[in-house]
């Protein structure tokens, strides 16, 4: 169980993350994405929430990364419940962009987690040209991620 901004209880990393940025000018990122899409499992004891925002703020277990006006109405995403979240191609292309930075374990388990539940393709997610090579680094990781002894 993990504790919002008001100490207030939460069961679910969903419930959350939903408790701590909803109704926020903010929109979900990388591995924080992942986790709401419910494609990461997340980590024991997660505590952060990655967000792009177009300020800094002052919230507790949320790191900003704050991108100007025009790289912040580029950013594809959708609204579930008050929180604003990117696109599964949005994470995953931000994250393949940063692939020397990005948590790559969760970018890996959710590629598995997309693959098996649409029917062993990764159609549907578009990767930008430009993080291909990055994408077949990680392509057969993600395939046999649950496959690992």
Request: proline residues 1%; glycine residues 4%; aromatic residues 12%.
């Amino acid at each position: 169980m993990v504790l919002t901004n008001n100490n207030t209880p939460c069961i679910t990393d969903w419930e959350w993350i939903q408790q701590n940025v909803g109704g926020q000018d903010v929109i979900l990122r990388e591995e924080s994405a992942l986790l709401y899409l419910q494609l990461f499992n997340g980590y024991l004891g997660e505590d952060n929430i990655n967000v792009y925002s177009r300020q800094a703020g002052e919230c507790d277990h949320v790191n900003y990364r704050v991108v100007n006006d025009d790289e912040f109405d580029r950013i594809m995403y959708f609204m579930d419940n008050n929180v604003m979240c990117s696109t599964l191609s949005q994470a995953v292309n931000d994250m393949l962009r940063n692939f020397d930075s990005a948590d790559i374990e969760a970018l890996a388990q959710a590629l598995s987690n997309y693959y098996y539940s649409h029917n062993e393709s990764f159609d549907g997610i578009t990767i930008l040209p430009e993080n291909m090579a990055n994408f077949n680094n990680i392509h057969d990781w993600a395939v046999e991620y649950y496959n690992e002894s």
